[in-house]
């Protein structure tokens, strides 16, 4: 039962453009998301997190949006950069000591 | 920032023989880690919570005689396959959170394990 969904395997986007990365989950208990970045090999970065008190978080360039109604959130990259070329998972979980669970990932491809 | 090292980054073993995977925590202590495992092209795989000084947490349908995971200080987790099989061949990592710097996990840098 995959409770974290990442309908999107990949994504390409020209440089300069907005990336928007998406994730669903099914678990109505999930109170904290987190969006990590991945390189072949190596362990994840942590990149953004968003409570399930709060509809928008903002970092720089990256901008995690929630809604919970629809159990959906996003990670909007603006401008895009070739070095965002990664594999992107959300990640959620209950409570503020409990384990992780991992969407599926999605590849994005930023083109020069 | 927080740091977790993970080692070896990369291991080959022959059937039947165990390889033991370490987990550190350099800058922060860790009451609890986390063992993931992933395949290609799929998502990372939670296969137990490791709590210091107890007995780790197995997620259902991993084989705690084959994933033997020791948790005895707070910087430092092990995992160990025994008797691997081809079928294990994997990219595991493992991760930490410090509790002292706020709500984030740190990820280990991996290991690539293959069973020949």
């Known amino acids: 039962d995959q409770q974290v969904k990442q309908n999107s395997p990949s994504l390409s986007v020209q440089e300069g453009r907005i990336s928007i990365l998406n994730c669903d989950y099914t678990n109505s208990m999930f109170d904290y998301f987190l969006w990590y970045k991945k390189y072949p090999a190596e362990g994840p970065t942590f990149l953004i997190s968003?409570?399930?008190?709060?509809d928008k978080n903002e970092d720089g360039r990256f901008t995690v949006f929630l809604n919970k109604s629809a159990k959906h959130l996003s990670l909007h990259i603006v401008p895009s950069q070739p070095g965002d070329s990664a594999v992107y998972f959300c990640?959620?979980?209950?409570?503020?000591?409990?384990?992780?669970?991992f969407g599926t990932g999605t590849r994005l491809q930023v083109t020069l | 920032g927080a740091v977790v090292s993970q080692h070896p980054s990369r291991v080959i073993c022959k059937s039947g023989t165990s390889v033991k995977i370490e987990c550190r925590s350099l800058?922060?202590?860790?009451?609890?880690m986390f063992w993931y495992r992933q395949f290609p092209k799929q998502s990372l795989m939670l296969m137990a919570t490791s709590n210091e000084g107890s007995k780790a947490t197995y997620e259902q349908g991993v084989e705690k005689d084959k994933f033997l995971i020791n948790h005895a200080s707070l910087t430092l987790s092990t995992l160990t396959v025994t008797s691997a099989h081809p079928e294990d061949s994997s990219f595991y990592i493992c991760?930490?959170?410090?509790?002292?710097?706020?709500?984030?996990?740190?990820f280990g840098s991996g290991t690539r394990l293959t069973v020949v």
């Open positions: 991760s930490a959170r410090d509790l002292a710097r706020g709500y984030g996990y740190t």
């Open positions: 990640a959620a979980n209950t409570g503020t000591a409990s384990k992780l669970t």
């Open positions: 800058d922060f202590q860790a009451t609890t």
């Open positions: 968003i409570s399930s008190i709060k």
